[in-house]
């Protein structure tokens, strides 16, 4: 059964920062784009970074130079090193994994709604809150 867990959300104050994990089980991680997503409160969820099986990565211009995401594909884990908190950053985030051509395309021409939707396999979320 495809599993995905996420943990290291918490509170944490403006500037501060967190680590998120996703470990993954199953048969989805090796070939899968792995991806951060988030969703604040009264607001639809948005991709924020992605990293292919191959280690490309690339991020939404609002966490730009403030975020990283890394993955360990003998762990099947993957990560999202957040620095510089800012209060809009407070949302669940959700670890999700996806392939395929339609998905490689979307995020290429940085379509980053219509990319969000493709991803196939979803954790459970964990809530990040930064308080100003």
Request: with cysteine; glycine share 12%.
């Amino acid at each position: 059964q495809v599993q995905l867990v996420e943990s290291g959300g918490g509170l944490v104050q403006a500037g501060g920062s967190l680590r998120l994990s996703c470990a993954a089980s199953g048969n989805i991680f090796g070939p899968n784009t792995m991806g951060w997503h988030r969703q604040a409160p009264g607001k639809q969820r948005e991709l924020v970074a992605f990293i292919t099986s191959g280690g490309y990565s690339n991020y939404v211009d609002s966490v730009k130079g403030r975020f990283t995401i890394s993955r360990d594909n003998a762990k099947r884990m993957v990560y999202l090193q957040m620095n510089s908190l800012k209060p809009e950053d407070t949302a669940v985030y959700y670890c999700a994994g996806g392939r395929g051509e339609e998905l490689n395309v979307l995020l290429h021409l940085r379509l980053w709604m219509l990319a969000d939707a493709q991803f196939d396999y979803w954790g459970q979320g964990t809530l990040v809150t930064v308080s100003a």
